[in-house]
C-alpha cells in the first residue's frame, strides 16, 4: 500500500498524528500458523531429541566400525570437568580416542570443520583425565591388558548414514 498521501503541514483542523505514513501491517508466517493451529517448524524439544538419536546412531555406527577392524571398545561417552570423549578404543598397544560429528545433510558443510583447535585442546585435556583414571586404583574402567604405546586421536563423521573415518587427525 505504502505512503498515503498528507495534508499541507499545520493545516487547519489538522493533527500530527494523522501525517504519518501509513503502513499496511502484514501477518507474519509464524503468526498466521498459530491462527490456524499449524506447526512451522518443530519444537526445540523435538529437536533435541532428534539430534540425540542422530548422536547415538553416529556413535554407534562408528563403534560398529571398531569392531569390525579388531579394537575393543573401553568407553563411550566417558565425561570428566575438562570434556567428553565419545569412543574410547584399544588395539596392539594403540589408545584411540575418536570425535564423532553427526549431522542430517552436507547443507551446513563438512563435519570436521566443526572440530575447532579449542575442540582439540578441550579432546587431549580429557584424555590426560582418562589416562589418569584409568591408571588409578577406583578407576571404573577396566583398562587394557598391557599398556599402550601410542595415542591416537581419530575423528568419524556421519552425513546421513554415510560414514567417513579419518584416523592421526590431531
Known sequence: MGH??????????SRTEFQRPQHRRTASRSHLARANNVRTTRSRATRA???GARARFA?????????REGYDIIARNWRCPRGELDIVAWRDGVLVVCEVKARRNADFGDPFEAITPHKVLRLRRATAAFVAEVGSATSSITPPSGRWQEIRFDAAAVVGTRLT???GVF
Open 4 to 13: 498515503v498521501p498528507q495534508d499541507t503541514p499545520g493545516a487547519e483542523g
Open 49 to 51: 531429541r532428534a539430534n
Open 59 to 67: 556413535e554407534d555406527l562408528v563403534a560398529a566400525w571398531y569392531v
Open 165 to 167: 573415518m579419518r584416523e
